[in-house]
């Protein structure tokens, strides 16, 4: 045994140790995307010429906001809202002021960034050891920034493996309320 002056002499520290759940990590890198159910496009319903495009590349949207303003061939005003987001923001704007748009065309894209999906691929050698992770609840970041940015759940797992990179497809659902996941 060591004396306590000889261990503090050579520089010894002890600490006292508990009972605590170890996490098994498991690397996974993929593509983030916005959940399918938070898009939303505009899309002209008739044939019309853009009388006004009223948001910007970017631009943070709320349901209801007028997004752009249609005018028929007989001057008639259309109105075009977000109609089913509470809001987003517009990562597409196709519609041109002073432009024709045909019916069906996308004349905006509104995204809610608040949940998001990350898409990646398990290696072989990975699925058991997923399998086995309860819960599984996972945790991501950025490889720039070692610090985790949201929790997220496994929503599913492909039962198919690809044949030639020899991996399964992941979908990962992850919460990020303050829209750095994109």
Same mark, same amino acid.
Do not use: C
């Given at each position: 045994?060591?004396?306590?002056?000889?261990?503090?002499?050579?520089?010894?520290?002890?600490?006292?140790?508990?009972?605590?759940?170890?996490?098994?990590?498991?690397?996974?890198?993929?593509?983030?995307?916005?959940?399918?159910?938070?898009?939303?496009?505009?899309?002209?319903?008739?044939?019309?010429?853009?009388?006004?495009?009223? @948001? =910007?590349?970017?631009?943070?949207?709320? #349901?209801?906001? /007028?997004? !752009?303003?249609?005018? &028929?061939?007989?001057?008639?005003?259309?109105?075009?809202?977000?109609?089913?987001?509470?809001?987003?923001?517009?990562?597409?704007?196709?519609?041109?002021?002073?432009?024709?748009?045909?019916?069906?065309?996308?004349?905006?894209?509104?995204?809610?960034?608040?949940?998001?999906?990350?898409?990646?691929?398990?290696?072989?050698?990975?699925?058991?050891?997923?399998?086995?992770?309860?819960?599984?609840? @996972? =945790?991501?970041?950025?490889?720039?920034? #070692?610090?985790? /940015?949201? !929790?997220?759940?496994? &929503?599913?797992?492909?039962?198919?493996?690809?044949?030639?990179?020899?991996?399964?497809?992941?979908?990962?659902?992850?919460?990020?309320?303050?829209?750095?996941?994109?």
């Amino acid at each position: 045994a060591v004396s306590p002056i000889t261990a503090r002499h050579i520089g010894i520290k002890t600490l006292g140790i508990g009972r605590a759940t170890l996490e098994e990590t498991i690397d996974i890198y993929g593509v983030v995307q916005a959940l399918p159910e938070n898009q939303e496009e505009i899309t002209a319903r008739i044939d019309a010429q853009v009388s006004k495009v009223h @948001v =910007r590349l970017g631009q943070v949207v709320k #349901k209801g906001d /007028l997004l !752009v303003t249609l005018s &028929r061939a007989d001057g008639t005003q259309i109105p075009m809202k977000l109609e089913f987001l509470a809001s987003g923001i517009v990562t597409e704007l196709t519609g041109v002021s002073g432009r024709w748009a045909q019916a069906g065309k996308v004349l905006a894209h509104i995204v809610d960034y608040s949940a998001v999906q990350v898409e990646g691929e398990l290696p072989e050698s990975l699925i058991t050891r997923l399998e086995k992770m309860n819960p599984k609840k @996972v =945790r991501i970041r950025i490889p720039s920034d #070692k610090s985790y /940015l949201s !929790v997220g759940a496994f &929503r599913s797992l492909a039962p198919e493996l690809d044949p030639v990179k020899r991996t399964a497809h992941i979908i990962i659902d992850a919460k990020n309320p303050d829209g750095f996941l994109r």
